[in-house]
């Protein structure tokens, strides 16, 4: 019992979809964005640990599916955005020159990596304004 057990976990493992850790990163929406920019700034989208932060919404990447004989990956998106919900699926890959090429329905998008730096810390206000 426990060799067909361990055969079947074995091929689950190998079987599965890579994660959208794969694409986990920060990338410019608008040329020549600042990629240290804080948290939230509309002209960075950025990826992490399977959802995608973009100007004004939130997708989590759900349900990945490796695109054969290319380097992509399909996924289900719940997105949420401006009081609004809604689901679209969604092809990811690295381009040539090292973008996030995203592929929504009938739109295609290339978006230049930013470079693996700190980032800012979002501006706190002083202990005085916090106090009035």
């Known amino acids: ?11 689950l493992a190998v079987g599965l979809p890579a994660g959208a850790e794969e694409y986990d990163g920060r990338y410019r929406i608008v040329p020549g964005a600042d990629c240290a920019a804080p948290e939230g700034d509309p002209a960075i989208l950025r990826i992490e640990d399977d959802v995608l932060y973009g100007a004004e919404s939130v997708c989590r990447m759900t349900d ?8 992509a990956t399909l996924y289900d998106m ?10 679209e699926r969604a092809m990811l ?15 295609a998008f290339a978006y230049p990596a930013c470079p693996e730096a700190p980032m800012r810390p979002r501006p706190r206000p002083s202990p005085a304004l916090a106090a009035e």
């Open 93 to 107: 890959m690295h381009g040539a020159e090292d973008e996030l090429v995203l592929v929504w329905d009938g739109y």
């Open 78 to 87: 719940v997105c949420t955005g401006e009081g609004v919900a809604w689901r």
């Open 64 to 71: 990945p599916i490796d695109v054969r004989d290319m380097d």
């Open 1 to 11: 019992m426990a060799m067909p057990l361990f055969a079947f976990a074995a091929a």
